[in-house]
Nanobody, 118 residues
Framework: QVQLVESGGDSVQAGGSLRLSCVASEFLWCMAWFRQAPGKEREGVAYIYDDQSFHADSLMGRFTISRDNAKNTVYLQIDTLKPEDTAVYYC????????????????WGQGTQVTVSS
């Protein structure tokens, strides 16, 4: 059974940085990060497969996805954190399609909380 375990969430001041990690129990072709802010729908943040990566336009420049295939781990570096980045961040994985469409992902982690105070 595939497992995804996120870590790295924290409570930080605006302007700070965090690096989220997601360790998978096996190699999975497409890995992605989603987030869900309080009272809002879950949204795609970034995904990565092979040597390709995609970041949501509104987040480009502050969010960087990367992966270490030897460790079955995907990372999300978040810089210049803003209060509106407060959300639960989820790691997801897919064997078939790679996008920011939730239905494309078969496996999900439990989420890690990021809270940004002003």
């Amino acid at each position: 059974q595939v497992q995804l375990v996120e870590s790295g969430g924290d409570s930080v001041q605006a302007g700070g940085s965090l690096r989220l990690s997601c360790v998978a129990s096996e190699f999975l072709w497409c890995m992605a990060w989603f987030r869900q802010a309080p009272g809002k729908e879950r949204e795609g943040v970034a995904y990565i497969y092979d040597d390709q990566s995609f970041h949501a336009d509104s987040l480009m420049g502050r969010f960087t996805i990367s992966r270490d295939n030897a460790k079955n781990t995907v990372y999300l570096q978040i810089d210049t954190l803003k209060p509106e980045d407060t959300a639960v961040y989820y790691c997801a994985a897919s064997r078939e399609f790679c996008s920011v469409v939730e239905n494309h992902f078969q496996y999900w982690g439990q989420g890690t909380q990021v809270t940004v105070s002003s």
